[in-house]
């Protein structure tokens, strides 16, 4: 029914879907930050202001009445919302112009090379719209956490952990949701998709990663009962002792109710992938895709995280940036999330040294840049891909050039703590 429609239509409606959705956008951040406050027209009004009207509910525009409420959330309190409705709208037409319309995801026929075709899929309207939703929702998703993060400094779980299912429901059920490892024309098909898989470009490796596989199944538990364990509430007291801080690490976790949800999650979940072994070969590489890119993803700032704490002692990086970039990797996949960690610490480092020359601050919400730098990457996928899928052929060769980067990131870390310590003695 959306493709009898006209392409001017099609625009002009989801514009309006955009802001609709921003709307309730917006009423997520304020009501999942830590601080909530009845800013949305869609809260209660606050104490001292007059009832909320329909008018005031209607995206972008409802905004304008609100500046009525100034004296109790701060003058200019609306600017924001309003910019990130109307944002929103023209966001998700232009969005669908790119992937669906210009089918600008699409890498040239034949570039970048691929080893092989193992899950090929014709490239129609319904396929480019499959991804088209898919990462409309990631944005959405990375929208509310941005804002939060720069708001409180601080990611909820309650945007990514139903993030993260939502990315490997989508993988599963539609896997050519996922960004395009390269294209081919075929005489009889015309052009046709590879969606992106665990070892593009190598060839997908039929004995072990087949959907009636053990190993494929060992290692697809194994990603999800590792995210699990990220999600469970702990706390380490290192200065205590280890034999201490182990027992205060296993009593919190005991005793905590948080620790049910997160064993009930592991269970369904664990369920849901040995169900998932039978629904195909194509669908089973979606899964495979999204968990690995779970684990990787989330796996590489974790790393970061504890040698961050490690060596300054503090922490460095919120564990919120480990479940968003755990979301990210859901989505996008396992190369995607790599190229989204080296580009986001870019954009991040002249957005400190700008805040910590106007505002004297070093501490900085690095959510946005992760979001940023994976808003990047999915826009211009094509000819990012078409470069860096030479790299990631290299097959072992990728964890070993990552475990020189993080020693290389030690080195650096302890130079830089001892250049502070010498200027602080003098």
């Given at each position: 029914?959306?493709?009898?429609l006209?392409?001017e239509?099609?625009?002009?409606?989801?514009?309006?879907?955009?802001?609709?959705?921003?709307?309730?956008?917006?009423?997520?951040?304020y009501?999942?930050?830590?601080?909530?406050?009845?800013i949305?027209?869609?809260?209660k009004?606050?104490?001292g202001?007059?009832?909320?009207?329909?008018?005031?509910?209607?995206?972008?525009?409802?905004?304008?009445?609100?500046?009525?409420?100034?004296?109790?959330?701060?003058?200019?309190?609306?600017i924001?919302p309003?910019?990130?409705?109307?944002a929103?709208?023209?966001?998700?037409?232009?969005?669908?112009?790119?992937?669906?319309?210009?089918?600008?995801?699409?890498?040239?026929?034949g570039?970048?090379?691929?080893?092989?075709?193992?899950?090929?899929?014709?490239?129609?309207?319904?396929?480019?719209?499959?991804?088209?939703?898919?990462?409309?929702?990631?944005?959405a998703?990375?929208?509310?956490a941005t804002l939060?993060?720069?708001?409180?400094?601080?990611?909820p779980?309650?945007?990514?952990?139903?993030g993260?299912l939502i990315?490997?429901a989508?993988?599963?059920?539609w896997?050519?949701?996922?960004?395009?490892?390269?294209?081919?024309?075929?005489?009889?098909?015309?052009?046709v998709?590879?969606?992106?898989?665990?070892?593009?470009?190598?060839?997908?490796?039929?004995?072990?990663?087949?959907?009636?596989?053990?190993?494929?199944?060992?290692?697809?538990?194994?990603?999800?009962?590792?995210?699990c364990?990220?999600l469970?509430?702990?706390?380490?007291?290192?200065?205590?002792?280890?034999?201490?801080?182990?027992?205060?690490?296993?009593?919190?976790?005991?005793?905590?109710?948080?620790t049910r949800?997160?064993?009930g999650?592991?269970?369904?979940?664990s369920?849901?992938?040995v169900?998932?072994?039978?629904?195909?070969?194509?669908?089973?590489?979606?899964?495979m895709?999204?968990?690995?890119?779970?684990?990787?993803?989330?796996?590489?700032v974790w790393t970061?995280?504890?040698?961050?704490?490690?060596?300054?002692?503090?922490?460095?990086?919120?564990?919120?940036d480990v479940?968003?970039?755990?979301m990210?990797?859901?989505f996008l996949?396992?190369?995607?999330?790599?190229?989204?960690?080296?580009?986001?610490?870019?954009?991040g480092?002249?957005?400190g040294?700008?805040?910590l020359?106007?505002?004297?601050?070093?501490?900085?919400?690095y959510?946005?840049f992760?979001?940023g730098a994976?808003?990047?990457?999915?826009?211009?996928?094509?000819?990012?891909w078409q470069?860096?899928?030479?790299?990631?052929s290299?097959?072992?060769?990728?964890?070993?050039?990552?475990?020189?980067?993080?020693?290389?990131?030690?080195?650096?870390?302890?130079?830089?703590?001892?250049?502070?310590?010498?200027?602080?003695?003098?």
């Amino acid at each position: 029914m959306l493709a009898a429609l006209s392409f001017e239509f099609r625009l002009a409606l989801l514009f309006v879907i955009g802001a609709v959705t921003a709307s309730f956008l917006n009423l997520a951040t304020y009501r999942l930050a830590w601080h909530q406050r009845s800013i949305s027209p869609w809260s209660k009004a606050p104490p001292g202001a007059a009832p909320r009207t329909w008018l005031d509910c209607v995206p972008i525009f409802g905004w304008l009445p609100l500046r009525r409420e100034a004296a109790i959330h701060g003058p200019g309190f609306w600017i924001r919302p309003l910019l990130v409705e109307l944002a929103a709208g023209i966001g998700l037409a232009a969005l669908y112009w790119w992937e669906v319309d210009q089918a600008a995801l699409l890498p040239p026929a034949g570039s970048p090379l691929l080893a092989s075709l193992t899950f090929p899929v014709a490239v129609t309207w319904e396929v480019l719209t499959a991804g088209f939703i898919s990462h409309a929702l990631l944005l959405a998703l990375m929208l509310v956490a941005t804002l939060i993060d720069f708001d409180e400094k601080t990611i909820p779980d309650g945007i990514t952990v139903p993030g993260t299912l939502i990315g490997l429901a989508l993988a599963t059920v539609w896997p050519w949701s996922l960004l395009p490892g390269g294209t081919v024309d075929v005489a009889s098909k015309g052009r046709v998709l590879e969606p992106l898989h665990v070892a593009t470009p190598n060839a997908w490796p039929l004995d072990w990663l087949a959907a009636g596989s053990g190993p494929s199944l060992a290692i697809a538990l194994g990603c999800y009962a590792l995210w699990c364990f990220w999600l469970l509430p702990r706390v380490w007291y290192g200065r205590y002792g280890f034999a201490r801080a182990t027992r205060y690490f296993l009593a919190t976790i005991v005793r905590n109710l948080g620790t049910r949800i997160v064993l009930g999650m592991w269970l369904i979940g664990s369920a849901a992938i040995v169900a998932a072994r039978f629904a195909g070969d194509a669908r089973w590489a979606g899964l495979m895709t999204s968990l690995v890119g779970l684990v990787v993803a989330g796996g590489i700032v974790w790393t970061v995280r504890l040698i961050g704490q490690w060596v300054l002692r503090r922490e460095a990086m919120g564990f919120g940036d480990v479940t968003l970039m755990a979301m990210i990797g859901t989505f996008l996949g396992w190369q995607p999330a790599i190229l989204v960690f080296f580009l986001a610490p870019m954009v991040g480092l002249v957005f400190g040294v700008v805040n910590l020359l106007i505002k004297s601050e070093s501490e900085i919400p690095y959510g946005p840049f992760l979001c940023g730098a994976a808003l990047t990457i999915l826009v211009y996928w094509s000819p990012i891909w078409q470069e860096a899928s030479r790299y990631f052929s290299m097959g072992l060769w990728i964890p070993a050039v990552l475990g020189v980067c993080l020693l290389a990131m030690i080195v650096l870390l302890q130079a830089l703590q001892l250049v502070k310590a010498i200027f602080d003695r003098r």
